[in-house]
């Protein structure tokens, strides 16, 4: 609806220059003949300006937490293979280490008694197209996938990186690669929010739903949401940081700064009650 909206605008506007441009060419021609092409050329610039503002994009350095409920669903639209075996890890890292850039996550069972604690168990990895998803509680860590963590010639893009490093480094110990953490990146561009469907909504007007999060990612077989789940968060991580090199080097964007909540004044006799006496 939003982008239908903006396209209809700018169809729109363009419909009305169209109009002053013929009117006033034919004005023009009938004054003097060597004011069309001022006209001409005064047109255009007029329209681009119109048109640049309609295509650059608003985005906020808080993005409202309320509205993203309200957003249509994305899901990752590709392949998603699972990596059960040392020879399927190998043909799967050979695959990623050959493509421009990597989207990457882990999944670790969550824990909800008091000092247990749980390996990483999923590993994902993908490109545009194809995902694969490494049962890393199932195969362990082959030396393919430690050669896929320390390769410095491919980005790899996720986010809140140094938390997964350190659930890997439970299972391995290895010096990583060329990782770039959305978390950092996003500040150059003015953006607070650090969790990742924050950023999404905010840049892309969509939702990434977080239900599977908190399932067991241990379980034998993983059912298909877990799949689509593990999979949107990688391959989100691709389509947040093309989006957002793309705006930070074209500028074509508009940052909205959203004043911070101002907390409700603590009335003078409940202070008063707050204070006590030795």
Known sequence: LFRSASVNVLL????FFFAIYRYSFILAKVINKCHISIVFQTFFLILQVSMQSEMSIKIYNRFDKSKISQLPRVTFPGKIVVVLNEAEAEK???YLLSKDIIGIDTETRPVFKKGLRRKVALLQACDHEVCFLFRLNLIGVPDCIKRFLEDTTVPKV?????????MLHQRLDFKPGYFIDLQDYVKSLGI?????QKLYAN????????REQLSNWENEVLNDKQKLYASTDAWTCIKLYERLHELKHSGDYELIVVPPKVKPAVEESEKEADVTTE
């Open 12 to 15: 729109l506007r363009s419909d």
């Open 92 to 94: 799967a890292v050979n």
């Open 158 to 166: 996720g986010l809140s990186l140094g938390d997964d490093m350190l």
């Open 192 to 196: 607070e929010d650090m969790s990742l």
């Open 203 to 210: 840049v892309f007007h969509e939702r990434i739903v977080k």
